[in-house]
């Protein structure tokens, strides 16, 4: 009887399923900017109103403001998938394929991706310029600066700056949406994974966990240190008591 001849690793390589291959293409700083400038955005807006609020909605605010120094710093000197200049590369496209629109024979002659990529690098830089002025203005109005009796100008910009900065907002949210279902492929995933399946080489060769963790850290000390700084904290409590007899009624409604 012959004897069975051992396999090769060629032969168990084709023989074995083949795994989908992932590659790495968003490092853990540039996620971890992404979720917080988010959460930032999210609390100051729901806390704009009301003075019980008041100290939770600014330290929120600079704490946007801190996190946008931190990507600007990230996008000179950090990694090349991190910089700055792909976006503004992306949108210094923008001109020339505005002119393809033009000169194209047909509308499938035209690169609808690029044209969806420009969109995608417009929504972002343009939440990245508007914090500058959504901060600036919220610190002149924290601290009064031009304000007279019965006229709160200043307020009034940094209320138009914030509503504006919400609708870029959801119109990011609605381009992600819909050019994941056109694509059909989920392009929010890399902002939490950090990597995408398909071919091709990774572009981020370290991940840099330690610096994300410390930008963390610093977003969660700098609250800290305004909490012990403010005489009531960033939350009064009356707020927070307002806060939880409204979830009572609501129990007792349910009840």
């Not at 992306?90 to 499938?108: D, F, H, I, N, V």
């Not at 690169?111 to 972002?124: E, I, K, S, Y």
């Not at 060769?205 to 005489?231: C, D, F, H, I, M």
Request: glycine share 10%.
């Amino acid at each position: 009887m012959q004897a069975a001849t051992p396999m090769t690793s060629s032969t168990a390589a084709v023989a074995s399923p083949s795994r989908p291959t992932r590659r790495r293409v968003t490092d853990a700083p540039t996620r971890m900017f992404h979720w917080l400038f988010a959460l930032c955005f999210l609390g100051a807006y729901l806390t704009a109103d009301g003075e019980s609020w008041r100290m939770l909605h600014v330290t929120l605010g600079y704490s946007m403001a801190g996190l946008l120094g931190f990507r600007v710093l990230y996008g000179l000197v950090g990694p090349r998938q991190a910089g700055l200049g792909l976006m503004w590369r992306k949108l210094g496209s923008a001109p020339a394929w505005l002119r393809s629109l033009r000169t194209a024979p047909s509308l499938s002659a035209i690169n609808w991706r690029q044209g969806q990529n420009l969109l995608m690098a417009l929504a972002v830089v343009a939440l990245l310029v508007l914090v500058v002025p959504l901060t600036l203005s919220g610190y002149a109005t924290f601290n009064e600066w031009g304000v007279f009796p019965g006229d709160d100008w200043l307020g009034d910009i940094h209320e138009f700056l914030g509503e504006a900065f919400l609708f870029v907002v959801l119109a990011h949210l609605a381009l992600i949406l819909g050019l994941s279902l056109l694509r059909r492929k989920n392009l929010a995933s890399p902002m939490w994974t950090g990597s995408v399946e398909g071919p091709g080489p990774s572009l981020v060769q370290k991940n840099r966990a330690w610096l994300a963790t410390l930008l963390l850290l610093a977003v969660l000390a700098y609250g800290a240190w305004e909490w012990q700084q403010s005489p009531n904290g960033l939350v009064t409590a009356q707020a927070l008591n307002s806060l939880i007899s409204g979830n009572d009624r609501d129990h007792g409604d349910d009840d």
